[in-house]
């Protein structure tokens, strides 16, 4: 596993984006996940920005959003899908066909979790997947307890990610399940990146890269991805053991 360190959020969401834009021009038909959430917030801005600026063919390129707040509304402002559609798929253009999301309005979530899964399958797999990470260290939601074999699945939420994920949303929301990849997905990916930025997320990729890998705390997971890589800024790095 990979460790890299950037001075401030601004230059932790170039070199993520960076990353994607590298991928795309190597492989215009990659297949990218992407979290939605504060931390790749500027990450996907920077990438659409370039990618507009620099006349990158994104037509060919497949996205798969990481996942979804089930009962949520697409039009919510807190929906991960309404964070992709504002961030990437409007400013970038791309066609529906190009873009997978769970529905999390579904009367049948298992038959999302089938179609998600075949559509990554069909496509060779996942290129590169960029994931957050939970105050209580979860990827997705691959909640503490998560099992490491899981595909994409619907699962109760965690008290911290009921808590925490109140930030995304005007009002209070009634969250009670995710729909998301597994961890399974993460481990199959090419290329997998945990990002986190601030002071809040020292304690967490502490416990993330410095402890033991379990499933109480998902996001030790990357410490055994063969092509996994932490990209932090100097806040979220201060508890580290140097
Ligand atoms: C969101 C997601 C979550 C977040 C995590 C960190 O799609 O998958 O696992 O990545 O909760 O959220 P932020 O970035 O808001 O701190």
Redesign the pocket.
């Known amino acids: 596993m990979q460790l890299k360190i950037y001075k401030d959020y601004p230059e932790l969401s170039a070199n993520v984006a960076d990353e994607i834009i590298s991928l795309i021009k190597r492989k215009p038909d990659a297949v990218i996940c992407l ?6 917030r500027l990450t996907c801005q920077v990438f659409a920005e370039r990618a507009i600026k620099e006349k990158i063919d994104t037509s060919k390129f497949t996205f798969i959003g ?2 979804e707040w089930v009962g949520i509304s697409p039009v919510n402002e807190g929906s ?1 899908r309404y964070f992709f559609e504002t961030l990437l798929i409007k400013p970038l253009n791309l066609s529906g066909s190009q873009v997978h999301l769970f529905d999390a309005l579904s009367k049948n979530l298992s038959e999302e979790c089938r179609k998600m899964d075949k559509a990554i399958s069909e496509k060779g797999g996942i290129d590169l997947m960029i ?5 209580n260290g ?4 691959n909640e503490p307890g998560v099992s490491f074999d899981n595909y994409a699945h619907v699962t109760d939420l965690d008290e911290i ?1 009921i808590t ?2 109140q ?2 949303f005007k009002g209070s929301a009634e969250l009670k399940q995710g729909i ?1 990849l597994g961890l399974k997905h993460l481990m199959n990916s090419k290329k997998a990146i945990v990002i ?1 930025n601030a002071a809040k ?1 020292a304690p967490v990729i502490k416990k993330a890269i410095e402890g033991t890998v379990s499933d109480l705390f998902p996001a030790t997971i990357i410490q055994q991805h063969a092509n996994g890589c932490v990209m932090i800024d100097e806040e979220a790095a201060s508890l580290l053991n140097k």
């Open positions: 979290a939605s959430g504060d931390t790749p990481l996942d991960c994931v957050g990470i939970g105050m979860h990827i997705g939601f990610t925490v994920g930030k995304y998301t986190a997320k």
